[in-house]
């Protein structure tokens, strides 16, 4: 019996230690998104970067316009003159402008669906992607990424970091290889955000992705309130019942 405890406590502990293990692998190096997901303003500023940047070509099919408006708190009008360029009903669901057939054809593979991609990829992950791509004059795409490298998107907020360069080094490693790695970007060319506000934006976009991921969220955290607060009244209420059950068997 205790054996069988010990084993299970062990199994457990080994389970977390890979996980968190895993956690922090995964080659590249990430630095961490730092969103707030409390932050409405950011949440909002990330709405209207994704309808702005990202939309054109990535649907998020699991999110309704009515239900950003609710949780974002933005009336009927500011969601349909700020969000909603590519769609007519607040009920409807946010599809890409583009076609997947001509996607296919243009970046050889369909843009995904992001609903669930910040809780498939990370948020670290989506904020280092939106700051890693750097000019390669060999992609069709005239960009790589660092962080996917070989990827077909293309460097849609160009305009807003301006272009950079990747530069790597060569060291030997213990065995005498050569090996290179990624060091650094430098800039190319001046984009109309300073590093800083560019940082700012692609984490307010990343934001808005983590909640897409998860849009009941906030919901779950007022009903798990509701739920405590029943469970509080219940035990009350056994109580007494219990007491006035037994009280004449004493
Ligand atoms: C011009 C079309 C286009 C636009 C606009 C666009 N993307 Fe993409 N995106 C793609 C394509 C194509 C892929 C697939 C890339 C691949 O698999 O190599 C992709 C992939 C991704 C991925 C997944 C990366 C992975 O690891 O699989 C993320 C995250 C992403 N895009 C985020 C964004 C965000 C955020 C924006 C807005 C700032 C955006 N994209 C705008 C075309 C686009």
Redesign the pocket.
């Known amino acids: 019996m205790v054996k069988d405890k010990m084993r299970a406590l062990a199994f457990t502990a080994a389970l977390l230690f890979a996980s968190s293990a895993n956690a922090a692998g995964g080659g590249a190096e990430l630095e961490p998104s730092n969103i707030d997901p409390g932050n409405v303003n950011s949440l909002q500023r990330g709405a209207r970067?994704?309808m702005n940047?990202?939309?054109?070509?990535?649907s998020a099919q699991y999110v309704r316009y009515n239900t950003i408006g609710n949780d974002l708190e933005l009336s009927e009008e500011q969601l349909i003159d700020n969000l909603m360029f590519n769609a007519e009903k607040t009920f409807e669901t946010i599809n890409a402008s583009?076609r997947p057939a001509d996607?296919e054809r243009?970046?050889?593979?369909?843009?995904?669906d992001?609903s669930l991609?910040?809780r498939?990829?990370g948020t670290d992950?989506?904020y280092n992607?939106?700051k890693s791509f750097h000019v390669d004059p060999e992609s069709p795409t005239g960009v790589d990424?660092t962080?996917?490298p070989?990827?077909?998107?293309?460097h849609?907020?160009a305009e807003l970091q301006g272009y950079q360069t990747a530069v790597y080094e060569t060291h030997e490693d213990s065995h005498g290889d050569t090996v290179t790695e990624f060091s650094h970007f430098e800039p190319l060319t001046v984009g109309s955000l300073d590093a800083e506000d560019y940082d700012d934006f692609?984490r307010d976009?990343?934001n808005f992705?983590a909640y897409i991921g998860e849009p009941i969220r906030s919901e779950r955290r007022k009903l798990g309130v509701w739920v405590l607060m029943f469970l509080g009244f219940f035990l009350i209420i056994s109580r007494m019942l219990k007491k006035q059950i037994w009280k004449d068997v004493k």
Not at 106 to 112: A, E, L, N, Q, R
């Open positions: 970067n994704f940047y990202c939309a054109g070509c990535h583009m996607a243009w970046f050889g593979t369909v843009p995904p992001v991609i910040a498939a990829r992950y989506i992607f939106l990424n962080v996917l070989g990827t077909s998107m293309p849609v907020l692609v976009t990343t992705l």
